[in-house]
């Protein structure tokens, strides 16, 4: 699994942006794909993650509702979508893989692949 989160950039409080992750290990199909942030001086937060077939998803209290997973394995491609964005939500995103579902914890995640910031305006 070798992954590269894209798609941050600069947004209005209230917008939206797609985040991609790309695996170009072509192996990220057999385990769950889950999405981190990092504010400066904060630990790691639990985003959202999906199952190995995308069938099924979970998402840390802060985003739900607002924010939504998906994954495309024929593109090997993990995505988040988020709506509604608020200046709270300003960090490095990154994306991870996990061969326990329904974990939250940042060190049941590997292979992290190189961020991307999402910087929300107010």
């Known amino acids: 699994v070798q992954l590269q989160a894209s798609g941050g950039g600069l947004v209005q409080a209230g917008g939206s942006l797609r985040l991609s992750c790309a695996d170009s290990?072509?192996?990220?199909?057999?385990?769950?794909m889950g999405w981190f942030r990092q504010a400066p001086g904060k630990e790691r937060e639990f985003v959202a993650a999906i199952s190995y077939s995308g069938a099924t998803t979970y998402y840390g209290d802060s985003v739900k509702g607002r924010f939504a997973i998906s994954r495309d394995n024929a593109k090997n491609t993990v995505y988040l979508q988020m709506n509604s964005l608020k200046p709270e939500d300003t960090a490095v995103y990154y994306c991870?893989?996990?061969?326990?579902?329904?974990?939250?914890?940042?060190?049941?995640?590997?292979?992290w692949g190189q961020g991307t910031q999402v910087t929300v305006s107010s």
């Open positions: 991870a893989a996990a061969t326990k579902y329904g974990s939250r914890a940042a060190t049941d995640f590997g292979s």
């Open positions: 290990g072509r192996t990220s199909n057999i385990y769950v």
